[in-house]
């Protein structure tokens, strides 16, 4: 049986960045590659990410570790983000010029309603209200409601408000004009640069891990445990390793399953979601599909939203070509993922605007589970009762986006990985 320090479960940034710190631990990780869905893939002369990732901190300390850690590989570009309407582009996120972007009738709804909730607010309970509050009850139903279900899979009244304050960050049609003046450098989706690594957002967890023990294909299966410490951990079924902390970022639900929990935290456990992602990867018979980063495709069609990787890098595609990669919110075990990668990739193709069908040359799909924690309505209730038990395990520590059930972005998963790892050295 090995002995470890500190065991890390999951190779992905949060993980990585606190192995960085600790340096005297061993990563498990289950996949045959590092870094999460922090990964970039290569697809002949093309790669794209799971998901367009960018860097962005209002943190000082934190923007000087990131640029220090990447260096001369750090390329910057102006951010260009739309929504697709109605076969109309409006500036995303959302902005004063919005009401500019609607007709007069559209411009009108959506500045009576949102003085009519500045004058008659509504009680908060979910999603719905909140965001009622912050745009007003038009632009909720134009931009928010029918996206946001598809998204997540939930109605934005079953969505908890704290999916507002975690995502919009504050962010409400009042701020929207005052930073058409004012720019407001510390709201993060007002941020109108990409920063972003030149061969790929892989490059985060590559240079992070640069001297770590890490063992792939390495599946946690099990725990050894006494009254309040985690003794050993299982991996593969057979294979045993003594640890003194253990830090997870394996998903929260996934954890309890290892552990003697009460039936009260079992069934709080199995009310907490995860969303999954499907990525179609388009090869393009040209140079550039669009100038944007992202384009969020509103509309009862299949995809969610699209990022054109050489617009982040040219390092991503040749000169002469390019690729698009649409993202697909489902849920894990539902039709869209049990349909083979064919079956999506035409689907895609059929359903997807402003392209011209001609010009795709190939594909390949991807698919990714546990991406998104589901904030339902019940969420806060249910996971403070699961932390509540984990609590118990004085070496246990959560971390990231899947092992906190944080709806997170990477600066916040490298700044408390970070953070954990020099608390774990001081004690």
């Known amino acids: 049986m090995q002995k470890s320090r500190s065991i890390i479960i999951g190779a992905g940034i949060s993980g990585l960045s606190c192995g960085s710190v600790l340096r005297d631990c061993t990563v498990l990780e289950k996949e045959n ?54 076969g109309k582009f409006i500036d995303y996120p959302l902005r004063v010029s919005v009401v500019f972007q609607l007709n007069p009738v559209e411009t009108f709804l959506s500045l009576f309603t949102y003085i009519h909730r500045k004058i008659k607010p509504l009680t908060e309970h979910s999603f719905e209200e909140k965001t009622k509050n912050l745009f007003g009850d038009y632009l909720y139903k134009t931009f928010f409601r029918d996206y946001t279900f598809k998204v997540w899979g939930i109605n ?39 920063v972003y690594p030149e061969k790929g957002i892989s490059r985060i967890p590559e240079v992070l891990s640069s001297g770590l023990d890490i063992e792939l294909n390495k599946q946690v299966t099990g725990m050894v445990y006494s009254k309040n410490r985690i003794e050993r951990i299982i991996s593969n079924e057979a294979e ?73 890098s040219s390092c991503m595609a040749p000169q002469d070509k390019t690729g698009i990669c649409v993202e697909i919110f489902c849920d894990k075990g539902d039709k869209i993922w049990r349909n083979n990668d064919k079956e999506i990739a035409h689907q895609v193709i059929r359903d997807l ?51 906190s059930f944080r709806y997170i972005n990477m600066d916040t998963c490298l700044e408390e990985g970070l953070r954990l790892g020099n608390f774990l050295l001081r004690h």
């Not at 403070?384 to 118990?392: M, P, Q, R, T």
């Open 240 to 312: 045993e390793m003594a640890c003194e902390n253990v830090i997870s970022t394996m998903p929260i639900t996934q954890l309890i399953g290892f552990l003697n929990a009460p039936e009260d935290v079992k069934v709080a456990a199995r009310s907490l979601k995860y969303r999954s992602v499907i990525c179609v990867f388009l090869v393009l018979n040209k140079e550039h599909h669009s100038k944007n980063h992202w384009i969020y495709l509103h509309g009862t069609n299949l995809s969610g939203r699209l990022h054109e990787p050489k617009n982040w």
């Open 353 to 403: 605007p402003l392209i011209e069908k001609f010009s795709i040359e190939d594909h390949y799909v991807v698919r990714a589970d546990y991406a998104y924690p589901i904030y339902d309505i019940n969420y806060s209730k249910n996971l403070g009762i699961v932390k509540d038990f984990l609590s118990s395990y004085q070496n246990l520590f959560l971390l990231g986006r899947t092992g």
């Open 156 to 194: 934005c009244s079953n969505i908890s408000k704290e999916l507002a304050n975690a995502r919009l960050q504050r962010v409400s049609l009042m701020r929207a004009i005052k930073h058409a003046f004012i720019k407001d450098k510390h709201i993060k989706s007002f941020a109108d640069k990409i």
């Open 33 to 86: 590659v590092i870094g999460g869905l922090a990964r970039t893939l290569q697809f002949n002369d093309f790669k794209f990410d799971i998901g367009g990732h960018r860097f962005f901190t209002n943190d000082r300390s934190l923007d000087i570790f990131f640029r220090n850690l990447l260096r001369e590989e750090i390329v910057e570009t102006p951010r260009k983000s739309k929504i697709y309407r109605k």
